[in-house]
């Protein structure tokens, strides 16, 4: 069963991106306009992430869970808000949050705080509050994520290249101090990229992924991005996605929605991790 939920959780998080090539949309009480097309702003949006140092962001989760497995059935609603920083290269992290799981039969409500720290030289580390302390992840694990990480950060304008291939299901827009570009997606052709980026992000797939996947149908699937027209940062991106699997004899239904605020780029030197977790952190084993 939990290799199954984490065949779930891995399609859920998945995070995509995109664009296509025309003149924008001026929407109402628009004056400043702009007579770039989509393909030119795309451009320039992956020129200015090759540009970025550094990040700070605020998320906001909200997810949705259905399962059945045979005759037992049971659903989940959670609630996240995070923020985060990252510096680029090397690639450190601090992000703190708290999630909210509710069980929908009872009501029951069960919040989990989180904090953590991650940079190259040092490791991961995470705090677990019904323990009490800081803990370590052990290497090997350590260094799937950071791979994973340093991918996203230093391939992030080789992926929004391989997303051209949307450029026919994308509408443009643009208001005084942005452009706003939105994907209704569905159809076999978003589903297989989306396995592929899925596969790429994790590296080597173990055989129960790749058939769990094979399983996965997206039933609709929404992604907004707003680009500052001056700058060409992506400044907020919003993302609903329903999504059903089946796998062997377990049916799942996932709603999840998103919504990403990026700011004060470039603002952050490094992120150091205090001593006291360096120094007290328990080392985690599996």
Request: charge should be negative; aromatic fraction near 8%; charged fraction near 25%.
């Amino acid at each position: 069963m939990k290799k199954k939920l984490f065949i779930g959780m891995a399609v859920g998080s998945a995070v995509l991106v995109a664009g296509c090539g025309s003149t924008a949309t001026v929407q109402d009480n628009t004056s400043k306009t702009s007579d770039l097309t989509l393909e030119q702003v795309f451009e320039k949006t992956i020129e200015r992430q090759q540009e970025m140092k550094s990040v700070k962001a605020d998320m906001q989760i909200s997810q949705e869970m259905e399962t059945s497995m045979g005759d037992e059935s049971f659903a989940m609603t959670s609630n996240s808000e995070m923020t985060m920083e990252t510096v680029v290269d090397p690639i450190q992290l601090y992000a703190e949050g708290t999630t909210a799981m509710v069980d929908s039969e009872s009501g029951e409500e069960m919040k989990m705080p989180l904090k953590m720290y991650m940079t190259e030289k040092d490791g991961f580390y995470i705090y677990e509050e019904t323990m009490g302390g800081w803990f370590k992840m052990p290497s090997e694990q350590y260094e799937a994520i950071l791979g994973q990480a340093g991918m996203m950060q230093n391939d992030a304008a080789e992926q929004l290249r391989q997303l051209e291939q949307f450029v026919k299901d994308f509408t443009f827009e643009q208001t005084d101090d942005n452009f706003i570009l939105t994907l209704n997606a569905e159809g076999d052709k978003f589903m297989n990229f989306l396995l592929e980026q899925i596969q790429s992000t994790l590296g080597e797939t173990p055989e129960e992924l790749t058939t769990g996947l094979e399983g996965t149908k997206i039933e609709n699937a929404k992604y907004v991005l707003t680009i500052d027209k001056e700058t060409f940062d992506l400044t907020n991106m919003v993302m609903d996605m329903v999504m059903t699997m089946n796998v062997e004899d377990m049916t799942m239904k996932i709603d999840q929605s998103s919504t990403i605020d990026y700011y004060d780029f470039n603002s952050i030197d490094s992120i150091t991790i205090p001593q006291d977790v360096l120094d007290n952190a328990q080392e985690l084993s599996f």
